[in-house]
């Protein structure tokens, strides 16, 4: 079994940084982070394999979001930086249970979410 919990999440001006933290437990190594506003699709931000480190982000927030893990506390982060209104949504965090090359962010892929982080960015 695996569990998952955000933190982190509020409101900020645009240009503004939040960091959003995750805390997994249970046996996975694929961790992404998600984002879905009203009326949309729920969105891959971020994932990252937690033995190999290797990350993967979304071309919407390439060189602005960063994506990072830390073993020891069984949390990944990710730090959002110069923020945009068009970032506005509720954050997930989700794991893939079990061991993986953690190759996609496709939400289907991954069946352990958490309950979400609101994340507003206002202009």
């Known amino acids: 079994q695996v569990q998952v919990a955000e933190s982190g999440g509020g409101s900020v001006q645009a240009g503004g940084s939040l960091r959003l933290s995750c805390a997994a437990s249970?046996?996975?190594?694929?961790l992404g982070w998600f984002r879905q506003a009203p009326g949309q699709e729920r969105e891959g931000v971020a994932r990252?394999?937690?033995?190999?480190?290797?990350?993967y982000y979304a071309e919407s927030v390439k060189g602005r979001f960063t994506i990072s893990r830390d073993n020891a506390k069984n949390t990944v982060y990710l730090q959002m930086n110069s923020l945009k209104p068009e970032d506005t949504a509720m954050y997930y965090c989700?794991?893939?249970?079990?061991?993986?090359?953690?190759?996609?962010?496709?939400?289907?892929?991954?069946?352990?979410w958490g309950q979400g982080t609101q994340v507003t960015v206002s202009s």
């Open positions: 990252i394999n937690t033995d190999s480190g290797s990350a």
């Open positions: 249970g046996y996975t190594n694929c």
């Open positions: 989700a794991a893939r249970s079990g061991l993986s090359v953690c190759g996609t962010t496709s939400p289907a892929f991954f069946d352990y």
